[in-house]
């Protein structure tokens, strides 16, 4: 009887996943046209920090059996802390780069 590690579909991340994760975070990103808007907005931002960090987490390159951190996993992670910042408040807006701040 062949290991679980052996089926293919323990090695990879369910099919559709990555395309929905693409989708989400496209939808949750902030433009340069809407950042006035809700660049205040922290769990807009959190948002789409995390939606970031997943999109990182099922890069097809990030296998969901690797035992080894990977450099999706460290930048996801990254995200995922960017992301706590805002939720807890820790973070705020620094200012548009345009405006000289």
Known sequence: ?????????????????QDLARALHQQLSISNQQW?????????????QLSAALVQLLD????????EVT???LEAAA??????GWLKGERRDPGCPSHGH
């Open 1 to 17: 009887m062949p290991s679980p590690s052996a089926d293919p579909s323990t090695r990879q991340w369910p099919s559709g996943s």
């Open 36 to 48: 006035h808007a809700l660049k205040g907005q922290p769990q807009r931002r959190a948002a789409e």
């Open 60 to 67: 097809e390159s990030n296998s969901p059996s690797a035992v």
């Open 71 to 73: 450099p999706q996993r």
């Open 79 to 84: 995200l995922v802390d960017h992301a706590l």
